[in-house]
Nanobody
Framework: QVQLVESGGGLVQAGGSLRLSCAAS????????MGWFRQAPGKEREFVAA????????NYADSVKGRFTISRDNAKNTVYLQMHSLKPEDTAVYYC????????????WGQGTRVTVSS
């Protein structure tokens, strides 16, 4: 099992920045591909970004490319999502998740942290 705890959400004005953190415990964190997802009110949960176990490969949803950066510190068992140039449409609950098997499903999820971007 892997336990994931997100933090860093809050209220920010459009154009501002936030950094989300996701602290992991349990099974060996460094072996997992990690992802960030978000769910806006009334919408389906959507993919935001992912990072390979080594940090060498990242990918992003088109809507956040150039504004968000995913990174990880395996020594601290933590994955980050740095968000810049935030827009009201970025308002959502953000979740981090871990793939139990490389290339497989995201089997482990955090409880989410809320990000609200005011216009």
């Amino acid at each position: 099992q892997v336990q994931l705890v997100e933090s860093g959400g809050g209220l920010v004005q459009a154009g501002g920045s936030l950094r989300l953190s996701c602290a992991a415990s349990g099974r060996t964190f460094s072996r997992f591909t990690m992802g960030w997802f978000r769910q806006a009110p009334g919408k389906e949960r959507e993919f935001v970004a992912a990072i390979s176990w080594s940090g060498g490969t990242t990918n992003y949803a088109d809507s956040v490319k150039g504004r968000f950066t995913i990174s990880r510190d395996n020594a601290k068992n933590t994955v980050y999502l740095q968000m810049h140039s935030l827009k009201p449409e970025d308002t959502a609950v953000y979740y981090c998740a871990a793939q139990g098997v490389p290339g497989g499903n995201y089997d482990f999820w955090g409880q989410g942290t809320r990000v609200t971007v005011s216009s």
